[in-house]
T-cell receptor, first 112, second 115 residues
Framework: GENVEQHPSTLSVQEGDSAVIKCTYSDSASNYFPWYKQELGKRPQLIIDIRSNVGEKKDQRIAVTLNKTAKHFSLHITETQPEDSAVYFCAALSGSARQLTFGSGTQLTVLP | EAEVAQSPRYKITEKSQAVAFWCDPISGHATLYWYRQILGQGPELLVQFQDESVVDDSQLPKDRFSAERLKGVDSTLKIQPAELGDSAMYLC?????????????FGPGTRLLVL
């Protein structure tokens, strides 16, 4: 089955700096990669996603890049704000049953 | 904006008791998932339904867990008997049918504490 590894597990940045979270996946057939933000005690919320036929996607301060050859994808947050503090999960969708395999999460802390 | 509904939001129970969680997916979403999320980890799939049929329950501890989606709409996840190690967040998610490449939308979860 699919295996997703996520790094780093914790990340602290100063407000206004950029943050980068990286994930690798094992199943070359995976073709959809969402990123979720989860605040403490709340549901995971989709913040951006990318399909395997696209190398990069941007939405305001958030961008995701995908390298299919290397089987890794990354989340980039620019001009970070304190409200960006949360746990971020990457995931990969694979298999005929269309199942998501999640990374272990990154606790992002934006220091004011 | 339509959302996945779950209840209860919190549940405290003693070990060996039975608990049940309910999920109502976004209208029109044929696929429904139950996940378990242990604090500090990513969600792990327990069971997946397509309409009323189970697509995958390979990770569901069937000696104590059961799930059903009788009419292909809402779903119930049951644990009997509950064990201390079952303490976790139980998340329900839904998505359009499998032939559409779209993401899953999560409910608010049920936080279970087994004493």
């Amino acid at each position: 089955g699919e295996n997703v590894e996520q790094h780093p597990s914790t990340l602290s940045v100063q407000e206004g700096d950029s943050a980068v979270i990286k994930c690798t996946y094992s199943d070359s057939a995976s073709n959809y990669f969402p990123w979720y933000k989860q605040e403490l005690g709340k549901r995971p919320q989709l913040i951006i996603d990318i399909r395997s036929n696209v190398g990069e996607k941007k939405d305001q301060r958030i961008a995701v890049t995908l390298n299919k050859t290397a089987k890794h994808f990354s989340l980039h947050i620019t001009e970070t704000q304190p409200e960006d503090s949360a746990v971020y999960f990457c995931a990969a969708l694979s298999g005929s049953a269309r199942q998501l395999t999640f990374g272990s999460g990154t606790q992002l802390t934006v220091l004011p | 904006e339509a959302e996945v509904a779950q209840s209860p939001r919190y549940k405290i129970t003693e070990k060996s008791q039975a608990v049940a969680f309910w999920c109502d997916p976004i209208s029109g979403h044929a696929t429904l998932y139950w996940y378990r999320q242990i604090l500090g980890q990513g969600p792990e799939l327990l069971v997946q339904f397509q309409d009323e049929s189970v697509v995958d329950d390979s990770q569901l501890p069937k000696d104590r867990f059961s799930a059903e989606r009788l009419k292909g709409v809402d779903s119930t996840l049951k644990i009997q008997p509950a064990e201390l190690g079952d303490s976790a967040m139980y998340l329900c998610a839904s998505s359009p049918p499998l032939d559409r490449l779209e993401t899953q939308y999560f409910g608010p979860g049920t936080r279970l504490l087994v004493l």
